[in-house]
Protein backbone atom coordinates (compact mmCIF):
# COMPACT_ATOMS: atom_id res chain seq x y z
CA UNK A 1 0.00 0.00 0.00
CA UNK A 2 1.22 3.46 -0.07
CA UNK A 3 2.16 3.81 3.44
CA UNK A 4 4.88 1.03 3.01
CA UNK A 5 5.77 2.36 -0.27
CA UNK A 6 6.87 5.51 1.21
CA UNK A 7 8.75 4.04 3.99
CA UNK A 8 10.64 1.40 1.77
CA UNK A 9 11.91 4.93 0.22
CA UNK A 10 14.61 5.86 2.85
CA UNK A 11 15.50 9.86 3.26
CA UNK A 12 19.11 10.04 4.57
CA UNK A 13 19.37 6.27 5.47
CA UNK A 14 16.28 6.00 7.53
CA UNK A 15 12.96 5.34 6.66
CA UNK A 16 10.52 8.39 6.88
CA UNK A 17 7.57 9.09 9.85
CA UNK A 18 4.10 8.25 8.03
CA UNK A 19 1.12 8.05 10.37
CA UNK A 20 -2.72 7.16 8.51
CA UNK A 21 -3.50 10.59 8.82
CA UNK A 22 -0.24 11.51 6.17
CA UNK A 23 -2.41 9.27 3.13
CA UNK A 24 -4.94 10.99 1.65
CA UNK A 25 -6.89 10.10 -1.81
CA UNK A 26 -7.12 13.69 -3.28
CA UNK A 27 -9.57 13.85 -6.48
CA UNK A 28 -8.37 13.84 -9.38
CA UNK A 29 -9.26 15.19 -12.99
CA UNK A 30 -10.95 11.98 -14.26
CA UNK A 31 -12.16 11.00 -10.62
CA UNK A 32 -11.18 9.54 -7.44
CA UNK A 33 -7.91 8.10 -8.98
CA UNK A 34 -5.13 9.61 -6.85
CA UNK A 35 -3.26 9.19 -3.24
CA UNK A 36 -1.34 11.36 -1.97
CA UNK A 37 1.58 10.38 1.17
CA UNK A 38 3.09 13.17 3.14
CA UNK A 39 6.27 11.36 4.81
CA UNK A 40 8.35 13.16 7.61
CA UNK A 41 11.72 12.84 9.41
CA UNK A 42 11.40 15.91 12.04
CA UNK A 43 11.60 16.43 15.84
CA UNK A 44 8.09 16.10 16.37
CA UNK A 45 8.24 13.13 14.72
CA UNK A 46 11.18 12.30 16.81
CA UNK A 47 13.33 11.22 13.75
CA UNK A 48 15.06 14.61 12.39
CA UNK A 49 18.06 14.37 9.98
CA UNK A 50 21.21 14.70 11.52
CA UNK A 51 23.59 17.36 10.04
CA UNK A 52 27.49 17.09 9.28
CA UNK A 53 28.63 20.69 10.24
CA UNK A 54 25.56 21.72 11.82
CA UNK A 55 26.96 21.12 15.18
CA UNK A 56 29.76 23.54 14.70
CA UNK A 57 27.03 26.39 14.39
CA UNK A 58 24.60 24.47 16.94
CA UNK A 59 22.22 23.07 14.41
CA UNK A 60 22.79 19.26 14.95
CA UNK A 61 19.61 18.63 13.50
CA UNK A 62 17.18 19.83 10.57
CA UNK A 63 13.57 18.91 9.71
CA UNK A 64 12.71 17.48 6.23
CA UNK A 65 9.49 16.79 4.88
CA UNK A 66 8.24 15.56 1.18
CA UNK A 67 5.12 15.18 -0.57
CA UNK A 68 4.22 13.02 -3.45
CA UNK A 69 0.86 11.97 -5.24
CA UNK A 70 0.08 9.11 -7.92
CA UNK A 71 -2.30 8.40 -10.23
CA UNK A 72 -3.82 5.22 -11.86
CA UNK A 73 -4.20 6.46 -15.12
CA UNK A 74 -5.82 4.73 -17.76
CA UNK A 75 -3.25 2.46 -19.93
CA UNK A 76 -2.75 3.40 -23.45
CA UNK A 77 -0.17 -0.03 -24.14
CA UNK A 78 0.79 -3.13 -22.72
CA UNK A 79 3.87 -5.03 -22.72
CA UNK A 80 4.75 -9.16 -21.41
CA UNK A 81 1.06 -10.13 -23.12
CA UNK A 82 1.03 -13.79 -23.51
CA UNK A 83 1.02 -15.00 -27.56
CA UNK A 84 -2.57 -15.70 -27.36
CA UNK A 85 -5.98 -14.02 -27.33
CA UNK A 86 -9.88 -14.66 -26.56
CA UNK A 87 -12.62 -11.70 -27.51
CA UNK A 88 -13.73 -8.90 -25.45
CA UNK A 89 -16.94 -9.00 -24.25
CA UNK A 90 -20.31 -8.27 -26.36
CA UNK A 91 -23.80 -7.53 -25.91
CA UNK A 92 -25.21 -11.01 -26.39
CA UNK A 93 -28.50 -10.43 -28.22
CA UNK A 94 -28.93 -13.94 -30.03
CA UNK A 95 -29.38 -16.20 -26.70
CA UNK A 96 -29.14 -13.53 -24.07
CA UNK A 97 -28.13 -12.89 -21.43
CA UNK A 98 -23.71 -12.82 -22.11
CA UNK A 99 -22.08 -15.93 -20.32
CA UNK A 100 -18.69 -17.65 -20.96
CA UNK A 101 -20.43 -20.29 -23.14
CA UNK A 102 -22.03 -17.59 -25.36
CA UNK A 103 -20.96 -17.56 -29.08
CA UNK A 104 -20.94 -14.02 -30.63
CA UNK A 105 -22.94 -14.58 -34.01
CA UNK A 106 -23.89 -11.57 -36.07
CA UNK A 107 -23.09 -12.60 -39.96
CA UNK A 108 -24.17 -15.08 -41.91
CA UNK A 109 -21.95 -16.78 -44.68
CA UNK A 110 -22.48 -14.05 -47.23
CA UNK A 111 -21.41 -11.33 -44.89
CA UNK A 112 -24.99 -10.10 -44.34
CA UNK A 113 -25.79 -8.70 -40.93
CA UNK A 114 -28.58 -11.69 -39.00
CA UNK A 115 -31.67 -11.32 -37.01
CA UNK A 116 -31.18 -10.36 -33.50
CA UNK A 117 -27.53 -10.24 -34.22
CA UNK A 118 -25.20 -9.95 -31.28
CA UNK A 119 -22.98 -6.73 -30.96
CA UNK A 120 -19.80 -5.36 -29.95
CA UNK A 121 -19.26 -1.87 -28.98
CA UNK A 122 -15.41 -0.93 -29.04
CA UNK A 123 -13.37 0.66 -25.97
CA UNK A 124 -13.89 4.68 -26.46
CA UNK A 125 -17.45 4.47 -27.85
CA UNK A 126 -20.33 4.50 -26.01
CA UNK A 127 -21.97 1.91 -24.71
CA UNK A 128 -18.68 -0.19 -24.30
CA UNK A 129 -19.80 -3.37 -22.44
CA UNK A 130 -16.28 -5.24 -22.93
CA UNK A 131 -14.53 -6.66 -19.93
CA UNK A 132 -14.67 -4.49 -16.62
CA UNK A 133 -12.15 -4.71 -13.97
CA UNK A 134 -14.84 -3.91 -11.47
CA UNK A 135 -17.56 -5.73 -12.70
CA UNK A 136 -15.59 -9.10 -13.86
CA UNK A 137 -13.01 -9.17 -11.53
CA UNK A 138 -12.71 -12.95 -10.46
CA UNK A 139 -14.99 -13.96 -13.20
CA UNK A 140 -14.08 -17.85 -13.94
CA UNK A 141 -12.71 -18.35 -17.95
CA UNK A 142 -11.73 -22.02 -18.84
CA UNK A 143 -9.43 -21.11 -21.70
CA UNK A 144 -8.87 -23.59 -24.82
CA UNK A 145 -7.48 -23.36 -28.25
CA UNK A 146 -9.73 -22.21 -30.59
CA UNK A 147 -11.36 -24.56 -33.10
CA UNK A 148 -13.56 -23.70 -36.50
CA UNK A 149 -15.04 -20.46 -37.09
CA UNK A 150 -16.77 -20.02 -34.05
CA UNK A 151 -16.11 -17.52 -31.31
CA UNK A 152 -16.51 -17.77 -27.52
CA UNK A 153 -15.45 -16.35 -24.37
CA UNK A 154 -13.52 -19.15 -23.41
CA UNK A 155 -11.15 -19.93 -27.20
CA UNK A 156 -8.31 -18.52 -27.79
CA UNK A 157 -5.95 -18.04 -30.90
CA UNK A 158 -2.38 -18.68 -30.63
CA UNK A 159 -0.54 -15.21 -31.49
CA UNK A 160 2.65 -15.22 -33.81
CA UNK A 161 4.29 -12.43 -32.05
CA UNK A 162 6.88 -9.98 -33.43
CA UNK A 163 10.37 -11.38 -34.21
CA UNK A 164 9.16 -14.54 -31.82
CA UNK A 165 7.53 -17.50 -34.23
CA UNK A 166 7.36 -21.60 -33.56
CA UNK A 167 6.39 -23.59 -30.55
CA UNK A 168 10.04 -22.71 -28.83
CA UNK A 169 9.13 -18.49 -28.90
CA UNK A 170 5.71 -19.15 -28.51
CA UNK A 171 6.49 -21.36 -24.85
CA UNK A 172 9.28 -18.76 -24.07
CA UNK A 173 7.03 -15.31 -24.43
CA UNK A 174 3.97 -17.77 -22.28
CA UNK A 175 6.54 -18.35 -19.24
CA UNK A 176 8.54 -15.22 -19.36
CA UNK A 177 8.11 -11.60 -20.92
CA UNK A 178 7.57 -10.35 -24.37
CA UNK A 179 9.41 -7.19 -24.07
CA UNK A 180 6.89 -5.59 -27.38
CA UNK A 181 4.73 -2.69 -26.55
CA UNK A 182 1.07 -3.55 -27.80
CA UNK A 183 -1.40 -0.72 -28.56
CA UNK A 184 -4.92 -0.69 -29.44
CA UNK A 185 -5.54 -1.62 -32.56
CA UNK A 186 -2.71 -3.57 -33.28
CA UNK A 187 -3.11 -6.31 -35.88
CA UNK A 188 -2.12 -9.70 -34.43
CA UNK A 189 -1.37 -12.86 -37.04
CA UNK A 190 -2.36 -16.32 -35.98
CA UNK A 191 0.51 -18.69 -34.99
CA UNK A 192 -0.04 -21.68 -37.78
CA UNK A 193 -0.04 -25.37 -36.44
CA UNK A 194 -0.85 -26.81 -33.14
CA UNK A 195 0.36 -24.71 -30.26
CA UNK A 196 -1.67 -26.93 -27.48
CA UNK A 197 1.42 -28.52 -26.15
CA UNK A 198 3.72 -25.30 -26.10
CA UNK A 199 0.75 -23.64 -24.55
CA UNK A 200 0.45 -26.23 -21.75
CA UNK A 201 4.21 -26.31 -21.03
CA UNK A 202 4.75 -22.45 -20.66
CA UNK A 203 1.54 -22.53 -18.25
CA UNK A 204 3.13 -25.50 -16.57
CA UNK A 205 5.87 -23.04 -16.13
CA UNK A 206 4.02 -20.24 -14.72
CA UNK A 207 2.49 -22.13 -12.31
CA UNK A 208 5.73 -24.30 -11.08
CA UNK A 209 7.32 -20.48 -10.63
CA UNK A 210 4.94 -19.75 -7.84
CA UNK A 211 3.54 -23.24 -7.05
CA UNK A 212 1.63 -21.97 -3.41
CA UNK A 213 -0.30 -18.90 -5.29
CA UNK A 214 -3.95 -19.10 -5.15
CA UNK A 215 -7.38 -17.06 -5.17
CA UNK A 216 -8.84 -16.19 -2.31
CA UNK A 217 -12.90 -16.65 -2.88
CA UNK A 218 -13.91 -14.48 0.35
CA UNK A 219 -11.57 -11.65 -0.97
CA UNK A 220 -11.34 -12.16 -4.37
CA UNK A 221 -7.77 -11.61 -4.85
CA UNK A 222 -5.36 -13.34 -5.45
CA UNK A 223 -2.70 -14.91 -2.27
CA UNK A 224 0.66 -15.22 -3.35
CA UNK A 225 4.38 -14.40 -1.43
CA UNK A 226 5.45 -12.83 -4.59
CA UNK A 227 4.95 -9.67 -5.59
CA UNK A 228 3.82 -9.40 -8.76
CA UNK A 229 3.00 -13.41 -8.87
CA UNK A 230 3.92 -14.43 -12.23
CA UNK A 231 1.07 -16.35 -12.40
CA UNK A 232 -0.72 -12.70 -13.19
CA UNK A 233 -0.43 -11.83 -16.63
CA UNK A 234 -1.88 -9.54 -19.33
CA UNK A 235 -4.08 -11.41 -21.92
CA UNK A 236 -4.75 -9.37 -25.47
CA UNK A 237 -8.19 -9.53 -26.00
CA UNK A 238 -9.98 -8.86 -29.98
CA UNK A 239 -12.66 -7.51 -31.81
CA UNK A 240 -15.04 -10.32 -32.50
CA UNK A 241 -16.64 -8.28 -34.85
CA UNK A 242 -13.70 -7.51 -36.80
CA UNK A 243 -12.69 -11.06 -36.79
CA UNK A 244 -15.99 -12.43 -38.09
CA UNK A 245 -16.54 -9.54 -40.48
CA UNK A 246 -13.41 -10.18 -41.78
CA UNK A 247 -13.70 -14.48 -42.15
CA UNK A 248 -16.93 -14.44 -43.96
CA UNK A 249 -15.88 -11.83 -46.52
CA UNK A 250 -12.75 -13.69 -47.22
CA UNK A 251 -10.43 -11.63 -45.34
CA UNK A 252 -7.69 -12.90 -44.26
CA UNK A 253 -8.18 -14.15 -40.60
CA UNK A 254 -7.23 -11.20 -38.24
CA UNK A 255 -7.25 -10.36 -34.86
CA UNK A 256 -6.63 -6.90 -33.55
CA UNK A 257 -6.00 -5.68 -30.15
CA UNK A 258 -9.37 -4.24 -28.75
CA UNK A 259 -8.24 -4.42 -24.82
CA UNK A 260 -6.62 -6.46 -22.44
CA UNK A 261 -7.76 -8.44 -19.00
CA UNK A 262 -5.43 -9.38 -16.28
CA UNK A 263 -5.63 -13.23 -15.68
CA UNK A 264 -4.52 -15.40 -13.06
CA UNK A 265 -3.51 -19.00 -13.55
CA UNK A 266 -5.65 -20.97 -11.48
CA UNK A 267 -4.82 -24.85 -12.57
CA UNK A 268 -4.34 -26.72 -15.96
CA UNK A 269 -6.19 -29.85 -16.70
CA UNK A 270 -5.66 -31.67 -20.05
CA UNK A 271 -5.68 -28.76 -23.05
CA UNK A 272 -7.92 -26.55 -20.86
CA UNK A 273 -6.46 -23.50 -18.85
CA UNK A 274 -8.75 -22.16 -15.54
CA UNK A 275 -8.00 -18.40 -14.60
CA UNK A 276 -9.35 -15.92 -13.01
CA UNK A 277 -10.19 -12.06 -14.34
CA UNK A 278 -7.95 -9.76 -11.91
CA UNK A 279 -7.17 -5.87 -12.39
CA UNK A 280 -3.73 -5.84 -14.20
CA UNK A 281 -0.68 -3.07 -15.04
CA UNK A 282 -0.58 -1.46 -18.00
CA UNK A 283 1.82 1.16 -19.30
CA UNK A 284 1.80 4.38 -20.82
CA UNK A 285 3.38 4.99 -24.27
CA UNK A 286 3.60 8.82 -24.77
CA UNK A 287 3.82 8.36 -28.70
CA UNK A 288 0.60 6.72 -29.04
CA UNK A 289 -2.36 8.21 -28.44
CA UNK A 290 -4.86 8.57 -25.58
CA UNK A 291 -6.37 5.24 -23.44
CA UNK A 292 -9.96 5.03 -24.88
CA UNK A 293 -13.22 5.36 -22.19
CA UNK A 294 -13.33 1.70 -21.09
CA UNK A 295 -9.43 0.73 -21.07
CA UNK A 296 -8.98 -2.37 -18.53
CA UNK A 297 -5.36 -1.70 -17.62
CA UNK A 298 -4.08 1.19 -15.85
CA UNK A 299 -0.73 2.91 -15.26
CA UNK A 300 0.31 4.47 -12.32
CA UNK A 301 2.43 7.37 -12.27
CA UNK A 302 3.56 10.21 -10.79
CA UNK A 303 2.03 13.56 -11.22
CA UNK A 304 3.42 15.48 -8.31
Known amino acids: NAKNAAIANTVVGAAPSVLPGDVTFPVGPTG ?23 PLLDVPTVDIAATATAEASPANAMTCVKPFAIPDR ?76 GGDDYRGNIAGCNTTVVHFGDAMTQEPGDMTGPTNQGIDDLIAADPYASWDTSKNEVHSTKNPS ?10 PDYYQNGKVNGRNATLKVANWIGFFVVARNGNQVTGRITPILGVIDNNAGPAPTGTFPVAIRLVK
Do not use: C, H
Open 32 to 54: NNRVAVNVYRNTARGNPVDTLIG
Open 90 to 165: WIENKTPPWTTGSTFDRYDNKGKVIQNADQYIPAGQPGYVGYNSTRDKGLLLTLRAGTGNNIEPSMYYSWAMPSST
Open 230 to 239: PRVFPIPLYD
